[in-house]
């Protein structure tokens, strides 16, 4: 197998124009108009290639920042592009979708949405309300939603994975080219030169280097292998320069689940392989300055520190307790957020704060879904589940640490992708 088999060339073209346009905004900041320009064709090029465009919306958000910045414009072009692709897509099979129906988490999904908009009609804080309503059913909804567009096919499912892996390529060399080209690295976290969250930055090349893993599981061509080890060392690389802590354990955690996994293993094994991890992940850190990493895992300065989130964690709970049933309503965590957070960083304690009980036992039973079928699932394809499972386990992990709910989407899209590849009716490749 080739990866390159499962992914048209074009594609791959695109990607290095792309990157090429992102570098040419940043080297040469009085091109500005005539690359946006640029840009705005590529986009309208990428709408052609519903896969991609879907890829894009879910860890591609790196172009665009590095194009215009942090901006609420982003979540309005990834939106508009993965709402095309997948259209697109849809018009294309004229197939009836059997999955979507066949779960229950589908159930808890559809509650939990209603539950936040319930959540609006008392929270003190509807202006946010909305904004957080909005950013759900656009980001959540349609990551959770896109699996089941591919689902008469698992063929086209790993097919959207093999786009993913290469626009989480695309930020390894964008990446790599920054960083060599500067040195502000060593002093601050590499977030794309101001543009981008570090912590994004690291999500989404965690997220290509566990799909990197199954890959060289499947591949036999020694180059190919080569290739991929080279991108998992740089990959990890950058994430240690972002300075996010929460992504390097996550990885580390989930990397090793899918070398426990992968096969059928002994115990002895299984510790070998957390011994192994363990030790290489600090020669690892060995390679880095240590005034580098002096400098990002020790310090607070941050914009919501480890002290800071203890904080945060510590206001949602008691807010839990002070309104245990229905929460303060969505967005309502917001008021008592001790004026450094719009969210208490862990999306458990965000639902219990916001939605109370009722909304947390909600979360929970979609959350965990996964779990209920892994031996069957193991049995069926082994190497794509323990994929999925490892993607789950690192994007949840993460949920725990960083973000919002609206900004976990990713959980969204794993889950409707374990429950397509788990469904009875579709056949496994």
Do not use: C
């Not at 969505?330 to 719009?342: A, P, V």
């Not at 499972?389 to 960083?402: C, H, I, K, P, T």
């Amino acid at each position: 197998m080739k990866i390159i088999s499962s992914i048209d060339k074009k594609v791959i073209v695109l990607v290095i124009v792309l990157d090429i346009i992102a570098i040419g905004i940043g080297i040469l900041p009085i091109a500005w108009a005539m690359l946006i320009g640029v840009g705005a064709i590529g986009l309208v090029f990428i709408t052609h290639f519903p896969l991609f465009g879907i890829s894009i919306f879910l860890v591609g958000s790196y172009l665009f920042s590095f194009f215009i910045g942090e901006s609420q414009i982003i979540t309005i072009v990834l939106v508009a592009i993965a709402l095309t692709g997948t259209t697109l897509y849809y018009i294309d099979r004229n197939i009836p979708y059997r999955n979507l129906q066949n779960d229950y988490a589908t159930l808890s999904f559809v509650l939990f949405s209603g539950l936040l908009i319930v959540g609006f009609f008392y929270t003190p804080n509807k202006v946010y309300a909305v904004s957080k309503i909005y950013r759900y059913f656009m980001f959540n909804s349609l990551a959770f939603m896109i699996p089941f567009i591919f689902s008469d096919d698992i063929k086209s499912l790993k097919k959207l994975y093999a786009n993913i892996f290469y626009v989480a390529l695309g930020l390894v060399i964008l990446s790599s080219i920054l960083i060599l080209s500067t040195n502000s690295y060593t002093y601050s976290r590499f977030n794309l030169d101001g543009r981008m969250n570090p912590i994004w930055i690291a999500r989404i090349i965690g997220v290509g280097i566990l799909i990197s893993l199954y890959y060289l599981q499947q591949i036999r061509d020694r180059k190919t292998k080569s290739g991929l080890v080279l991108y998992i060392f740089i990959g990890l690389w950058i994430i240690v320069l972002t300075g996010s802590r929460a992504p390097i354990i996550a990885l580390l955690v989930s990397a090793m689940v899918f070398m426990m996994f992968i096969q059928k293993r002994s115990h002895k094994f299984k510790i070998l392989t957390i011994a192994g991890a363990l030790s290489f992940s600090t020669i690892l850190l060995m390679l880095i300055p240590s005034t580098v990493i002096m400098s990002k895992y020790t310090t607070i300065g941050s914009k919501v520190s480890v002290l800071q989130r203890f904080a945060l964690w510590e206001k949602a709970i008691e807010i839990s307790f002070d309104n245990p049933f229905i929460g303060k309503g969505t967005g309502g965590f917001q008021l008592h957020s001790l004026g450094f957070s719009k969210y208490p960083h862990n999306i458990f304690l965000e639902t219990s704060s916001e939605l109370g009980l009722i909304g947390l036992v909600i979360m929970i039973s979609f959350f965990f879904r996964p779990f209920w079928d892994i031996p069957q699932m193991f049995d069926k394809d082994r190497a794509f589940s323990v994929l999925m499972l490892s993607l789950w386990v690192f994007v949840s992990f993460n949920a725990q640490f960083s973000g919002d709910v609206t900004g976990n989407y990713l959980v969204w899209f794993f889950i409707g992708s374990w429950i397509v590849l788990s469904s009875e009716k579709v056949k496994v490749v």
